[in-house]
């Protein structure tokens, strides 16, 4: 079966291949959705593209949120989901870098709503979006020096011996 | 309007410019957001805002709970329309499990979620009405948002924090009582609407107070990320019940109200003509349900659905499967699944990333609000100060889901 969302998934691919080539890591389809993993130089034009690309036309930002993986090289990473409203198609778009510099340029300047979005994932991922203009903690207070949602801060107080959770999930 | 842009410019002295803290707690925003307005008499030039006063870490707490439990989180998101906050995030388990319901238990849903859409906009409207100084349709609809939380009440047992539902289904059948008082609602409400709007529609106070007041264009607002009735108010007809149908909506049939100037008057009349087609879909619904002949109310996915507490203590079969899944002992597919539903303010989405293990790897709310609340200051720049706090009921932001 070619459906029209398959046409269009394969369309984006070729499309961005050929536009950015090696910057083009890897793509799946996980639930219907295209999912693109790309390099983290090219996600500013790789978005600005699919923003302006005629035929295309993804001019709406769902979410952008961050992810941390403790165990791979490239551990900490951006994910977006852009919305295509006149093609009602979606993509998620994921780039991933080191945690010693986790640095991903600001998209503040396509979309507007990325503002706070990004000032979230750095609170919480301690992600440095550059050429944002007002990157600082959004829903934390201001004086806390870590980053909570990132894999290493457990949820529960360190502190205590009284909980011993390891036979639930993760430990 | 215009001059006032261009003293921005200018050097801000104390004579000039006044600054106001508006919040964090003062009856006027009706939630904790703390806006400091930097004003020139009656006149916002400046506001700055500072969110979080009500942060939980959702987020990071979903990553030590199992699935079965997150909704429980989730409704204390948005918690004037929690049902569809409960349902978004089942669909999205099932969605990553495989889960097909009966069309039965999605038309439930439908009904559950239209209710709370109604109690949800009719709060924000009367609550618009009050801030323009019409107290009497606030006290006068409560009554209605009353009756729908006992209908709640009658199917889960809880008003506000429903926790409604189960991942698979619901919990246990609609009973009659449901039934008898979505039907008095049905037949009831209308009415309380019509004079509603009898009240304010039309009312000359109320549009001096509330057309091109707080008014965004279409593009900035899809720029901004804005969805849901303050999305549709600039004009543009995008409700994920359409555009992505999910639990048969594609079944239904209904129309989206969309708005010419993205004014506060015209979330207003969005939210009324909303309520009105919610009404539609419910009547529809409980016809459809009535043409069914079964009664069921879950999915046959032991796997994931919680049994009954009555069938865990005299069925070995299902205490074996409450055991399993409260222990985590059953396989949750590794993936990640974007799912949406059209909340009461917007496209309410759920990003899971699942390791396969217990308890969700990753799991990122999409809140509406948040995301729309940072145009305000645009919205309100160049208004009066009594007209920001127009603005703001009328985008309906909702402290819990700002600030998760």
Redesign the interface.
């Known amino acids: 079966m070619f459906s029209i969302k398959e046409e269009l998934n394969n369309n984006i691919i070729s499309k961005l291949t050929i536009r950015f080539g090696n910057g083009i890591l890897f793509h799946e389809l996980s639930y219907d959705t295209l999912c693109i993993t790309i390099d983290k130089n090219i996600i500013f034009d790789c978005i600005d593209y699919l923003y302006k690309e005629e035929t295309l036309k993804y001019r709406f930002l769902t979410t952008l949120c961050g992810i941390h993986y403790l165990d791979s090289e490239k551990s900490i990473g951006v994910i977006y989901h852009l919305h295509s409203l006149t093609n009602n198609h979606r993509i998620r778009i994921k780039s991933f870098t080191e945690i010693e510099n986790p640095v991903f340029p600001s998209i503040t300047t396509i979309f507007n709503a990325a503002n706070w979005m990004e000032r979230e994932t750095y609170d919480f991922f301690g992600i440095i979006f550059e050429n944002h203009p007002n990157l600082k903690r959004i829903l934390n207070a201001d004086d806390i020096n870590y980053f909570p949602m990132r894999k290493e801060y457990p949820i529960e107080d360190t502190t205590r011996d009284d909980k011993n959770d390891n036979m639930f999930g993760r430990s | 309007m215009f001059e006032y842009y261009k003293i921005k410019e200018r050097e801000v002295t104390h004579k000039d410019y006044n600054t106001l803290n508006l919040g964090p707690i003062h009856p006027a925003t009706h939630c904790v957001f703390q806006n400091k307005l930097t004003m020139d008499g009656e006149i916002v030039i400046e506001a700055e805002q500072t969110?979080?006063y009500v942060?939980r870490?959702l987020?990071?707490?979903a990553?030590?709970k199992?699935y079965y439990q997150i909704s429980t989180l989730t409704d204390r998101m948005n918690y004037c329309s929690s049902p569809i906050n409960n349902f978004g995030w089942e669909m999205t388990v099932e969605?990553?499990c495989g889960i097909e319901l009966p069309k039965r238990v999605e038309y439930m849903r439908v009904i559950i979620m239209e209710l709370s859409r109604i109690a949800d906009h009719l709060l924000c409207n009367s609550v618009i009405g009050v801030d323009s100084g019409a107290l009497t349709g606030f006290v006068y609809l409560f009554q209605d948002r009353e009756k729908i939380y006992e209908i709640f009440e009658e199917i889960c047992g809880a008003r506000l924090t429903t926790n409604i539902g189960r991942i698979g289904g619901f919990e246990r059948n609609f009973n009659n009582n449901v039934w008898t008082k979505l039907d008095s609602f049905l037949k009831e409400y209308p009415k309380h609407l019509k004079e509603f709007e009898n009240l304010l529609v039309r009312n000359r106070i109320f549009m001096d107070r509330t057309i091109n007041v707080g008014s965004i264009s279409a593009d900035?607002a899809?720029?901004?990320?804005f969805t849901g009735p303050c999305l549709r108010a600039t004009g543009?007809d995008?409700d994920i019940r359409v555009?992505?149908p999910y639990s048969s909506y594609e079944d239904f049939d209904f129309i989206i109200p969309v708005g010419t100037n993205g004014d506060t008057y015209d979330r207003f009349m969005v939210r009324q003509e909303e309520m009105w087609q919610s009404l539609n879909i419910i009547n529809q619904a409980v016809d459809k349900i009535n043409k069914i002949q079964n009664e069921i109310y879950h999915a046959d996915t032991p796997l994931y659905y919680l049994p009954q507490k009555q069938d865990v203590y005299t069925k070995m079969e299902a205490l074996i499967w409450h055991f399993k899944i409260v222990?985590?002992e059953t396989s949750i597919p590794v993936?990640?699944?974007?799912h949406?539903v059209e909340g009461a303010n917007g496209?309410l989405?759920f990003?899971l990333?699942s390791d396969g293990?217990?308890?969700p790897y990753?799991l990122?709310f999409?809140r509406p609000c948040?995301?729309?609340?940072?145009?305000y200051p645009e919205l309100i720049k160049g208004g009066f100060l009594s007209d920001a706090i127009l603005t703001m009921s009328s985008l309906n932001v909702i402290s819990g889901e700002l600030?998760?």
């Open positions: 969110i979080g942060h870490a987020e990071k707490m990553e030590r199992a969605k990553l900035k899809l720029n901004y990320g543009v995008f555009s992505n222990m985590g993936g990640e699944v974007y949406c496209e989405g990003y990333i293990g217990r308890t990753r990122h999409r948040f995301i729309y609340y940072q145009a600030d998760a």
